[in-house]
């Protein structure tokens, strides 16, 4: 019996990151580490942030693209390279093509938002929209790749971009030395085992957390050894990976100390956080890190801890319903639903109530036909504005007080 042979996985170590570092630095933005005071009060712990948002394409997939694009000898710079993404791999991978004259084909899937279509097609590379999923995009690029004889650059699945990616860790360190851990996303695994390669050469004893969304934890179910369901609309599409990486996933087994995982509802407030307290924007994958942490104090505090803000390509649209919701989790922008009487002044001394608690009034909605209240009734939603959660629940205190059904619409955790 012919025993099966096992995949061998590429070789992988510092000294590839280090050459990656030498052979990059100058063509990327040697994004800043600083130290969030107020973060740090928040979490317990001493809290470091990389801006790799700060990056020309807003995303740290520039270091690993440049670095595979410059490995490349003259006939397949020639040839020119191919890739399936619809997001910051895309864009890193288009702009260093550009800026290096290496033509550079893009499969996107046909759902990819138009915005990151233009944006990519904005650094040159030639669009091409196929399948409905990455999958399918991913499988026509390498039909093509072999048709045109291009050289396809994966986004994770390659020693040479997860050795760019690492000079993060690299760059971190030697800003600060001292760090105790490092708290760095998880999608295909790029970035953890580029940064825990570097790092655990640099210091050994440095500790190194990874994080997913809860609603993709395929690497996490690879290292644990168990079944996972990966899918669903998630903010951090950034590291949306159903399928976790043989190559990523040896390294990742080999250095990190533990996988977490975080919900929708802990990385908006990240997000949002970030922006109101270090006035920067971050995409979800980019705020994993501190929703990590912030979900998990007790596991960090007192630690000096390095947090890399991996991407800031987040749709305006989508950050203002980022910031309206947490507005709403904290109490400030808030759905109040009442049952009336359908009756001339009934609304006006409900609305006496929202005066004297100097609540304002947004928006009101009157259901009078689709509820199963009498004829004679009505649903009432107040949509308002508080200073805090505590004028908001002293007004529905007094509201139920003086006789009203008053019932507030959550958000979902």
Do not use: W
Not at 139 to 157: C, S, V
Not at 245 to 251: M, P, Q, R, V, Y
């Amino acid at each position: 019996m012919t025993a099966q042979k096992t995949k061998s996985l590429p070789s992988f170590n510092y000294a590839d990151v280090r050459a990656a570092h030498a052979r990059i630095r100058g063509r990327i933005v040697h994004t800043a580490t600083l130290k969030s005071t107020t973060l740090s009060e928040m979490a317990g712990a001493e809290v470091y942030l990389k801006f790799e948002n700060q990056q020309f394409t807003a995303a740290y997939k520039e270091r690993g693209a440049l670095n595979a694009l410059l490995l490349m000898d003259e006939d397949k710079r020639a040839a020119g390279v191919i890739a399936a993404s619809a997001g910051n791999h895309a864009q890193g991978l288009a702009y260093n093509a550009k800026n290096l004259g290496i033509p550079a084909t893009i499969v996107m899937p046909t759902t990819t938002p138009m915005v990151k279509v233009e944006q990519t097609r904005g650094h040159g590379a030639e669009i091409v929209m196929f399948g409905n999923s990455y999958d399918e995009a991913y499988a026509h690029a390498l039909d093509l790749a072999a048709l045109r004889g291009m050289t396809y650059i994966h986004a994770f699945e390659d020693p040479h971009v997860a050795a760019g990616q690492g000079t993060v860790a690299i760059e971190m360190l030697e800003a600060v030395p001292d760090l105790d851990r490092l708290i760095i996303p998880i999608g295909g695994g790029g970035l953890f085992s580029g940064m825990a390669t570097a790092a655990h050469a640099m210091k050994p004893d440095i500790k190194t957390t990874g994080v997913q969304a809860a609603l993709y934890p395929s690497m996490y179910g690879k290292i644990n050894g168990t079944e996972v369901t990966a899918g669903g609309d998630t903010l951090a599409e950034g590291i949306a990976v159903s399928t976790p990486s043989d190559f990523t996933a040896e390294i990742i087994r080999k250095y990190v100390d533990e996988i977490l995982l975080v919900s929708e509802a802990q990385l908006e407030g990240a997000v949002s956080l970030l922006l109101q307290i270090e006035k920067t924007v971050v995409e979800g994958a980019g705020a994993a890190g501190l929703a990590a942490l912030l979900a998990n104090k007790e596991k960090f505090a007192g630690e000096k801890v390095g947090l890399v803000l991996c991407g800031g390509n987040i749709d305006t649209r989508l950050l203002a319903n980022v910031l309206l919701r947490d507005l709403a989790r904290s109490g400030r922008l808030a759905r109040l639903r009442l049952h009336l009487r359908d009756q001339p002044g009934a609304l006006y001394n409900v609305v006496k109530q929202f005066a004297e608690h100097e609540v304002n009034i947004i928006e009101v909605y009157h259901q009078r036909v689709f509820t199963n209240l009498p004829a004679k009734g009505l649903i009432t939603d107040i949509e308002c504005e508080a200073k805090d959660k505590a004028q908001l629940d002293g007004l529905i205190v007094d509201l139920n007080k003086a006789g009203y059904d008053v019932r507030q619409v959550e958000l979902a955790d």
